[in-house]
């Protein structure tokens, strides 16, 4: 299967082999033949999964050939999206994907001044990229026009739901004309996502390609047991001993994520922190950083890293697991991404074992549990493979010295083959 086959325009092919992309994915391959036919599709696919080429492509293809590009540009697509971030990359994609064609794209999203993106508007647009919230301070003050749009794209649709944006979109929807085509990507197919996907979408193609558990497969999961007040402390020691030069951080909290970050930068390492109490240019920095390697480890909340499309993310830590089991193959999907190898290391402590048997519930699986010599959890409740060690104390200090026989050189990146030696997740 080629991309050559599904029916693209030489324009595309053209924007597609610059990225280097020799073969569909999965919801490529279905995706891309379904919308170009016209259909409204509802897909079950997260982000990794290369969704986002997926109706990009497509929906450059129709808007370039069926109807010519008028003097007076208002908006022909609409893609709506959770969060600022995600908006910035997949309006990133639109450009990239489109490089080729004389069509426009422009994206608007809340925390950054309005006035630079009702100019953007002025000028004329074809494809616009929004986050629910500022498109609809765009419509109230009268400065877009919607009535043009030709197709609809909701991209992680459960999680505008979640994020409280129903209202919001049934206001936009309201300033669509009726007759479009409708493209609702959710990672789940809960029941208000099905509820919302009755009323839009008409005779729907149905896909769904990357269930859940199988995008987690892709990854090389690890459950590291520890006392909470060693986690940081042993993340440092980690980080060094393996020297991750690229490593995502989960916390589950703004606070918390402040605090590890603060905490890591005086061990040395340069760290960001990424959360909703960001300013969206200190959100933008710390990701361009992160992804330039001027910053070595990101701390990031659940929400703020939603949708954020860093290629080929070799780490990825969950210092706190998630209360929400879904949120932890959300994280894990930072890694291992369009067939790339990755690795899922999670810090546990007793008191999260309630969250790690809900995801183990939820993937079907069983971790097996991997202690770190030196970093045993005192709290004999903790695993079965826990050694509580509280009569040695001296083993519970920071080792300062990596062992050497774990230490990768310093200029040659670790590969999930030589963690290998790792214990991985099972399958029960
Ligand atoms: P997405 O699921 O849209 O966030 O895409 C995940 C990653 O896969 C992005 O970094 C894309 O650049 C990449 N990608 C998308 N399509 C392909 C493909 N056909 N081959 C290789 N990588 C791809």
Request: glycine content about 6%; proline content about 6%; hydrophobic content about 35%.
């Amino acid at each position: 299967m080629t991309f050559r086959n599904l029916g693209l325009s030489s324009d595309l092919l053209r924007a597609v082999a610059d990225q280097g992309y020799t073969e569909p994915t999965p919801i490529q391959q279905q995706a891309i033949p379904a919308i170009l036919q016209g259909r409204d599709i509802f897909a079950s696919a997260q982000t990794g999964t290369g969704k986002t080429a997926g109706f990009t492509l497509p929906l450059l293809h129709r808007l370039k050939t069926t109807n010519p590009t008028k003097s007076h540009r208002t908006p022909r697509a609409l893609i709506l999206t959770p969060t600022r971030e995600l908006a910035a990359q997949v309006s990133d994609s639109v450009k990239t994907y489109g490089k080729y064609l004389p069509l426009r794209a422009a994206v608007v999203y809340g925390g950054v001044g309005i006035q630079p993106q009702i100019q953007t508007l002025s000028r004329g647009v074809d494809i616009l990229v929004a986050t629910p919230g500022r498109l609809l301070d765009h419509l109230e003050q009268k400065t877009l026009d919607l009535s043009q749009i030709e197709i609809l794209v909701l991209d992680e649709c459960d999680r505008m739901l979640d994020m409280g944006f129903i209202q919001a979109i049934r206001k936009i929807l309201a300033a669509l004309p009726r007759s479009r085509q409708t493209l609702m990507f959710s990672a789940t197919f809960s029941k208000p996502i099905q509820q919302l996907a009755n009323t839009l979408l008409k005779s729907p193609t149905l896909i769904e390609v990357a269930p859940r558990n199988a995008a987690a497969e892709q990854v090389e999961q690890v459950v590291h047991p520890v006392d909470r007040d060693r986690k940081r402390e042993l993340l440092s020691y980690m980080i060094g001993t393996h020297n991750w030069q690229q490593v995502l951080v989960f916390t589950r909290t703004k606070h918390g994520a402040n605090r590890l970050a603060e905490q890591l930068a005086k061990d040395g390492l340069k760290t960001a922190a990424i959360h909703g109490n960001k300013s969206q240019a200190a959100r933008t920095r710390a990701l361009n950083d992160f992804k330039q390697g001027k910053v070595r480890v990101l701390v990031a909340t659940d929400v703020a890293s939603r949708g954020l499309d860093i290629d080929q993310l070799p780490h990825v830590v969950n210092f706190e697991l998630p209360n929400v089991p879904e949120d932890y193959v959300h994280r894990i999907g930072r890694t291992g991404r369009a067939g790339s190898e990755g690795r899922a290391v999670s810090l546990v402590c007793s008191d999260e074992h309630a969250f790690l048997k809900d995801i183990e519930r939820l993937l079907n699986r069983t971790f097996s549990k991997d202690v770190i010599p030196g970093y045993e959890p005192t709290s004999p409740a903790q695993t079965k493979t826990d050694q509580p060690n509280s009569k040695q104390p001296n083993q519970h200090r920071r080792r300062t010295k990596p062992q050497t026989q774990s230490t990768p050189s310093r200029s040659k990146k670790p590969t999930s083959a030589g963690t290998r030696d790792r214990k991985q997740i099972r399958t029960a």
